[in-house]
């Protein structure tokens, strides 16, 4: 069963998606992201930083309720509880294990970067680890949409970063550059769409962390930071499906004229050495400069990754423990 581009088989004029190669050195959650927003990985390990600034103290407090509330219902379906120690002690590990280069992040990091980040995570996985001849081996919780529901809807991004997890490792999903320019792109006012939901039975993804207590209806919750639409899609009959748009990008945007100086830039022989990484403080680990990448510093040859797309099907066959 494919996690992507399962959709495109039967036309509805949905969006393809291309896994890109990711380096698996226990940050692939980062790198992941890092590439989806400017086309590197966080090789300065900007995006940890921030992260784990954002889970210290009382920041993360937010952050910290949610996945209470989340992992006491697992519990409690495993048969056990934890009392107030217990979960000091889980949660400090969540935190420590943010700052450190290299080790792996669970569901919860997904949802601080969000918050960081200030808009949405959709992730696509299997719902359950497989072994080697095909067996379930164990549930995998990453799968879902992840909303910044702790920010005001209105000053968050709805242009959503998509990823692909699979056996362990994150990849990034982008779609194509479109080459229509000035009146021709005015015209056609397009946009992209992807299906958020499962393949087979047309179920909506989970809205990760989502309390309809504080949240409201999921629904109406996803249209606050998410442009939606419902669609038929192939082999789901008798029912429309949820799906996100989101902006074409083309190849006059400012944003990928941007991103596409900065590769060439980052490519080209280095004739100055790249200005040292700024310390990221607690104010600014909530809003790092993410988007204007001209104002940050600009690494070195070295941090260019080696962008490949994945063989069809790449992240549909196994993975790397990122």
Known sequence: RQLINWWVEGGGNLSKLYPLDTN????????????????VHDRKLTLRKALHSSLKGTSG???????????????????????????EAEWQVLVDRAGEDGRSLEDVHVLTMAHVLSRPIIVYSSKVLEGVEGESVAPV?????????????????????????????????????KKATGERRRRQKECERFPIVWQKTGEAFDVRFHHIDTDGPVEQCVGKYLNVSRVELPGIAGRTCICVERSVVYEDDD?????SALLAELRAPSQQPPAPPQPLSSAQSISPPTH??????????RDVPNIQILSPGGTDRGGRDG
Do not use: M
């Open 24 to 39: 698996a050195d226990g940050n692939c959650l980062l790198h992941a992201l890092s590439l989806g927003l400017v086309g």
């Open 61 to 87: 407090l937010v952050i910290r309720q949610r996945w209470q509330v989340v992992q006491s219902a697992r519990n409690r379906a495993e048969g056990f509880e934890l009392d107030e120690q217990q979960w």
């Open 141 to 177: 919780q990453f799968g879902g949409v992840y909303l910044p529901l702790e920010a005001d809807a209105p000053s968050c991004s709805k242009q959503p970063l998509l990823l692909a997890y699979w056996n362990g490792h994150f990849v990034p999903l982008l779609t194509e550059v």
């Open 255 to 259: 944003g990928q004229k941007i991103t």
């Open 292 to 301: 204007n990448v001209l104002a940050r510093g600009l690494p070195d040859a």
